[in-house]
């Protein structure tokens, strides 16, 4: 044998040497012991649906890397097969995971292959386009198509981004199977899922009576708005309950899924209430009082009142704008009321445009 030859084959023996031990060493940080992720990722390469789905409902850590150190959805991913990457998000994968070696997110990995119908289901349920790889990369910078570019421009345009991929209010309704499981179902879809879908997985937080943010519990997500799928209320039309959301304009007989119980409460208790604005000619189904993102707090340490804006976070002593008027007695024209602006020291006969709301609770 030529000594070219025998260090080919040195080189050669080494690099296996080499692949075995880093494996070896991976096995070993693991436990030395195949996880539930070596099977999952093995059924995902080999695109065995019902085996992979069996091994879900048996129980597998989704989010555990297996011992070469590879996440089940990152492969999902890569395999790019929506129902995949679906799946593993039903049994609790995390959207915003990294690939434990490269430190890629799933949604960098499916905007550098061009995959939009994974990308969107990935924003769907959290997933940030911000986060960075261990190289500094992100998927934002990564727009490679006009599709992917599309889902950028709607993923900025609302402050929980995720909002923007959102089914639509009444999508999903929540049902049992024989076994009295639930589980959530799409007509128009024709879909069951067993996870909650994040349209129904808003909560309501309040201080002071007042609401305060809202908070997705499936994709982590909070806004100071109130999301579309919390936008209901119940209406009487010709002797009859609907169910309408004011965010979408549509209508239904059936108890929205989406309202959480105390928002349910208060949306039946309110029935039928709206607001009217002479001035502007506009009606609002929200408290006028909470249009602003202004919020009059009493400290808790004092009588005093002082501001905090929901969606800055900005607090401050002195009243916005919107909130400085203040209804006073004349003392010149006995009986007679006037507004005065405590903040620029204006005063004015004719009530502030945003102070002029009406009730309504007449039936429609």
Request: glycine content about 4%; proline content about 5%.
């Amino acid at each position: 044998m030529s000594s070219r030859s025998i260090r080919v084959l040195s080189l050669v023996l080494l690099w296996c040497t080499l692949v075995f031990v880093a494996d070896a060493a991976k096995t070993k940080s693991l436990g030395g012991k195949p996880t539930t992720s070596n099977r999952l990722i093995d059924l995902i390469g080999k695109k065995a649906w019902d085996d992979f789905t069996a091994e879900l409902a048996a129980g597998a850590d989704v989010n555990q890397p297996d011992t070469r150190g590879r996440l089940p959805l990152i492969e999902a991913v890569r395999s790019k097969d929506v129902k995949y990457v679906d799946a593993l998000i039903q049994f609790g994968a995390r959207a915003n995971s990294k690939d434990p070696a490269t430190g890629v997110p799933p949604v960098l990995l499916a905007f550098s292959t061009g995959q939009t119908e994974i990308a969107r289901l990935l924003l769907a349920y959290g997933a940030d386009i911000d986060m960075l790889d261990k190289s500094g990369k992100s998927a934002r910078e990564l727009q490679g198509s006009e599709d992917i570019a599309a889902l950028v421009k709607l993923y900025d345009a609302h402050d929980a981004h995720a909002l923007a991929f959102e089914d639509a209010p009444a999508s999903w309704v929540k049902k049992s199977d024989e076994k009295g499981n639930p589980y959530w179902w799409n007509s128009a879809r024709k879909e069951a899922r067993w996870n909650i879908p994040p349209s129904c997985a808003w909560q309501r937080t309040q201080y002071q009576g007042q609401p305060a943010k809202y908070t997705n519990y499936v994709t982590g997500q909070t806004t100071a708005k109130l999301p579309p799928a919390l936008s209901w209320r119940l209406l009487r039309q010709a002797d009859q309950d609907v169910w309408y959301n004011w965010a979408t304009n549509t209508s239904q007989s059936i108890i929205p899924d989406e309202l959480p119980a105390d928002m349910l409460e208060e949306a039946t208790e309110m029935r039928n209430v709206r607001w009217w604005n002479p001035k502007t000619q506009q009606y609002s189904w929200e408290d006028p009082r909470f249009l602003t993102p202004w919020r009059a707090v009493k400290a808790e340490d004092s009588d005093k009142t002082y501001f905090v804006n929901i969606a800055t976070g900005e607090s401050t002593w002195e009243a916005p704008e919107e909130m400085a008027w203040q209804e006073l007695e004349s003392k010149e024209h006995a009986g007679q009321k006037y507004w005065y602006n405590a903040r620029t020291g204006e005063s004015t006969w004719d009530m502030p445009t945003h102070h002029s709301w009406e009730r309504h609770t007449s039936d429609l």
